[in-house]
């Protein structure tokens, strides 16, 4: 890839003008869209899949699809259950993108092959995020670069922008720091984020020592900052280690406004945690900007997608600018002599200075090109 085509990469996702608007104007930004709720896996921290759901119809979504664009909104989140696992996947990513959405799709990876990532780019797939959680598999997730690794070699070439997700908790603590590196170096943006809070004690899993926790963030913003492709905003990072310290964070839940879920039933859901039985068909820009308001959830809030969008749309100078300063200084790694590293071929030299082993598609961020990925990529 030319130099000058990495650098517009870096930056790409920032579509700085259309944001702008959107955050403006009384239009949502981003919809996330459950393709289905079945699930070809079973973590245990997870309550986002129900293996007794059919599938909904491709032209069941379409239909939600054309409404949520109705409405103004500008990206649109593919997730689940796992997207991957609905048969007419393809053809829903070609009609978000026919409708002008940029889109993005969430998957554990294990249902990817080659021809289906070549078909999904050629349908016009901006942006996928992999969830990895460990190196190898574990009772509690499954979702390891074991499975994962020898398909990063399907998006060397690939227009679609790829960033990798962890979720850690006390199983995946061990090896967090590990799927960090391994992503990095390897040039992919990488996270890793703490499991939501469980008021309802419906996961099966320990979130893990806090101290650990503390410290791994704390190298994770300082890692961000040195310009290094942490992919998780200095936001977002800030908000994590105050969740931790059980510090209040002021802040206004925009979920139900500036970005919402549909279920795979069509259901309007203000976020993956709470939920209306309003139908999408039904929604009108009153009932979401009536959804801006602080709400008695707030406080310890782990859907970091809402947390995001709330703080970029409250204090959109701030997030953003921090943002593009720590994607500023990776520019200076683009111009080295290991800028070509392949995918999958890491050294040691680069496993152990991320930023040097470089740019492999470009990707920025968890979220459509149409986006400022800057605090809005993250998945909750
Ligand atoms: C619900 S999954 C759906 C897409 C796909 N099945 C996958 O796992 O990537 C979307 C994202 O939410 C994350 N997730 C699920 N439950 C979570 C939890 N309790 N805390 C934090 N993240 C969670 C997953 O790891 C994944 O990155
Ligand atoms: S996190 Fe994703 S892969 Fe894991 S059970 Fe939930 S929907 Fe399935
Ligand atoms: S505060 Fe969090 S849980 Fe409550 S509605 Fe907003 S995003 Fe959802």
């Known amino acids: 890839m030319k130099l000058l085509d990495k650098i517009g990469r870096e930056f790409s996702g920032y579509n700085i003008v259309e944001s702008a608007k959107r955050l403006k104007d009384r239009k949502p930004l981003q919809c996330s869209l459950y393709v289905t709720d079945r699930c070809n ?9 129900d293996n007794s759901r059919p599938h909904p119809s491709i032209d069941e ?29 393809v053809e829903l990513v070609r009609y978000c993108r026919e409708l002008g959405f940029a889109t993005s799709l969430t998957t554990n990876g294990f249902l990817l092959t080659r021809k289906l990532v070549a078909e999904l780019e050629e349908a016009g797939l901006q942006v996928m995020q992999i969830s990895v959680d460990r190196m190898t598999p574990s009772a509690i997730t499954k979702k390891s670069f074991k499975t994962v690794l020898p398909k990063l070699d399907y998006f060397r070439d690939s227009k679609i922008s790829l960033h990798i997700t962890g979720v850690i908790c006390a199983d995946t603590l061990p090896e967090a720091q590990a799927v960090l590196e391994t992503g990095l170096s390897r040039g992919i943006p990488t996270e890793v984020r703490l499991v939501h809070a469980d008021p309802l004690r419906r996961f099966r899993v320990d979130r893990g020592q806090r101290e650990e926790l503390e410290q791994f963030i704390d190298s994770m913003i300082e890692r961000k900052r040195r310009g290094e492709k942490i992919h998780t905003s200095e936001a977002i990072l800030n908000y994590q280690r105050s969740l931790l310290r059980g510090e209040h964070v002021e802040w206004t839940c925009a979920a139900g406004y500036k970005l919402f879920f549909v279920s795979a039933q069509g259901k309007f859901w203000i976020c993956s945690m709470v939920h209306t039985n309003k139908h999408i068909m039904d929604v009108t820009l009153d009932d979401l900007y009536a959804n801006y308001k602080k709400k008695s959830c707030q406080e310890g809030c782990g859907v970091y997608c809402a947390v995001s969008a709330s703080l970029l749309v409250e204090k959109p100078v701030r997030v953003l600018g921090k943002e593009i300063l720590a994607r500023a200084k990776r520019v200076p790694s683009l111009l080295g002599p290991l800028s070509g590293t392949r995918i999958g071929h890491t050294t040691p030299e680069n496993a152990t200075n991320p930023n040097g082993a470089h740019e492999m598609n470009g990707s920025s961020h ?3 090109a149409a986006e400022d990925r800057v605090a809005l990529g993250e998945r909750a």
Request: glycine content about 10%; proline content about 7%; charged content about 30%.
């Open 366 to 368: 968890g979220r459509p």
């Open 61 to 89: 979504l379409k239909k939600w699809v054309r409404k949520i664009r109705e409405l103004g909104t500008m990206r649109i989140a593919l997730v689940g259950g796992e997207p991957l696992t609905h048969p007419d996947i």
């Open 41 to 49: 896996l079973d973590c245990a921290y997870c309550t986002e899949y």
